[in-house]
């Protein structure tokens, strides 16, 4: 019976096949495109027809654990781009200084 839940045309192997498109879709976005609202807008629509697709909880939590994903992502994304601005900033403040970079 368990083999049976998972044979082709069945709801579940449907709602996995889905779920496996999903996933690929949002997950191998770039970090770039990550930060944009137009992603999100796209992201969000896509897990709502997911979930209007098949109107389980199962399907409702695979949307859910999804859109966690994407905003860790996110989240790992912005705090690297800080990093990385404080860092330019540091930079650009040791070049203006003009002891700051001679020899001692």
């Not at 496996?20 to 992603?39: G, H, P, T, Y």
């Not at 897990?47 to 860790?72: C, H, I, R, S, V």
């Amino acid at each position: 019976m368990a083999m049976e839940l998972f044979e082709k045309g069945t709801y579940m192997y449907s709602l996995m096949a889905d779920y496996w498109v999903l996933n690929r879709k949002l997950l191998s976005i770039d970090a770039e495109n990550l930060m944009q609202d137009d992603f999100w807008e796209y992201a969000t629509k896509e897990l709502e027809a997911f979930y209007q697709k098949y109107k389980t909880n199962y399907a409702k939590n695979q949307a859910l654990g999804l859109l966690k994903e994407l905003e860790e992502r996110y989240k790992i994304v912005k705090e690297k781009l800080k990093e990385t601005e404080k860092m330019e900033k540091e930079e650009k403040i040791e070049t203006s200084l003009p002891w700051a970079s001679a020899q001692a």
